[in-house]
Nanobody, 123 residues
């Protein structure tokens, strides 16, 4: 499985960005896709996840109500729509795949990782 994240950039506080995660390779039906982020000097943390089958979504408290994770079945792409961005959202964002239930927020549970995409929010 290969994952390619894109869509990062520089945006002012209050602005929006949409990240994309394209999955290719041996994609099986029962998997989960998560977004994680790592700010400078901090540990990587969970942001959001979606269960491919059924579409259940999960969010960290810090982004709930501002970010929306979604999927496009035909394109095997997962999106992270980020609205009302804050300077503290500045980080490298990574997408990752976990096979099988349950959907979790733990980094160690995810089997495949893509390269990150940098999001910078200026104040």
């Amino acid at each position: 499985v290969q994952l390619q994240a894109s869509g990062g950039g520089l945006v002012q506080a209050g602005g929006s960005l949409r990240l994309s995660c394209l999955a290719s390779g041996r994609i099986m039906g029962n998997y989960n896709v998560g977004w994680f982020r790592q700010a400078p000097g901090k540990e990587r943390e969970f942001v959001a996840a979606i269960r491919w089958s059924g579409g259940s979504t999960y969010y960290s408290d810090s982004v709930k109500g501002r970010f929306t994770i979604s999927r496009d079945n035909a394109k095997t792409t997962v999106y992270l729509q980020m609205n009302s961005l804050k300077p503290e959202d500045t980080a490298v964002y990574y997408c990752a795949v976990k096979y099988g239930p349950p959907t979790t927020t733990l980094l160690a549970d995810y089997n495949y990782w893509g390269r990150g995409t940098l999001v910078t929010v200026s104040s």
